[in-house]
């Protein structure tokens, strides 16, 4: 009978939980192997080495040295912190993997919801969006909205922040947030009526003009 390679005796186990034990044996067995060898890289290796192990760890993340950074994010910690090496692999600070972790609305989380609220509402910014009602603020954000679904597993917390849950969404003039009400906004709306009045009426004549000119050059 061949001795276990454990203090307990594994054949004397039910063959059932003799298996659940050699599975964890190996699998601690494979966390202090690669322990090891996480620590010789770190210690010995070259910085280009070093960046080498952590791409094989995280080949679709972008990876730096700890040394790059004065003091490394929380977010951008991998695998390899825990041999307490004075140069490490971490994941770069422009990386989406840790600007997600970075807005995550839950302290170590991986959520996305965090990075996507930013990302909707800082493109309403730079599209300088107005809207004067939640009908029209749904309509004219739904493909910023549904892009950044495609992308990305939401949940109510992205609703909830960008406004589209049951309230519905906000007023907005130049792609901030509008907190008029009553009398001034209905000014407002009047006025936001005519001026779209007036952008169609300037694309009709437009129109028009490149009709008579492209008439003219028959």
């Known amino acids: 009978m061949p001795q276990s390679t454990s203090l307990i005796d594994l054949d004397a186990l039910p063959a059932e939980v003799a298996q659940r034990v050699r599975w964890v044996l190996d699998e601690a067995r494979g966390d202090f192997d690669r322990d090891v060898w996480m620590k010789a890289v770190c210690e010995t290796g070259t910085d280009a080495e070093i960046i080498a192990a952590g791409e094989k760890e995280y080949p ?3 990876i730096g040295l700890s040394t790059w950074y004065s003091e490394p994010w929380l977010e951008q910690r991998t695998i390899f912190n825990r041999v307490h090496a004075a140069r490490y692999p971490v994941f770069m600070r422009g990386g ?3 600007l997600i972790r970075r807005h995550c609305r839950t302290v170590g989380g991986s959520s996305p919801n965090g990075w996507a609220i930013m990302v909707f509402w800082r493109a309403v910014r730079i599209a300088k969006i107005t809207t004067l009602s939640p009908e029209e603020f749904r309509a004219v954000t739904a493909p ?17 922040g960008v406004c589209w849950d049951v309230w519905g969404g906000p007023n907005m003039i130049g792609g901030q947030v509008t907190w008029l009400e009553g009398e001034s906004l209905r000014h407002v709306r009047a006025l936001s009526a005519i001026a779209k ?6 694309r009709k004549r437009e129109m028009v003009r490149q009709q008579l000119m492209e008439r003219l050059a028959q």
């Open 144 to 160: 910023i909205y549904e892009k950044l679904h495609a992308k990305y597993y939401l949940t109510a917390a992205f609703e909830r």
């Open 197 to 202: 009045k007036t952008e169609t009426l300037d």
């Open 96 to 98: 989406l993997n840790v």
């Open 60 to 62: 679709s993340a972008p």
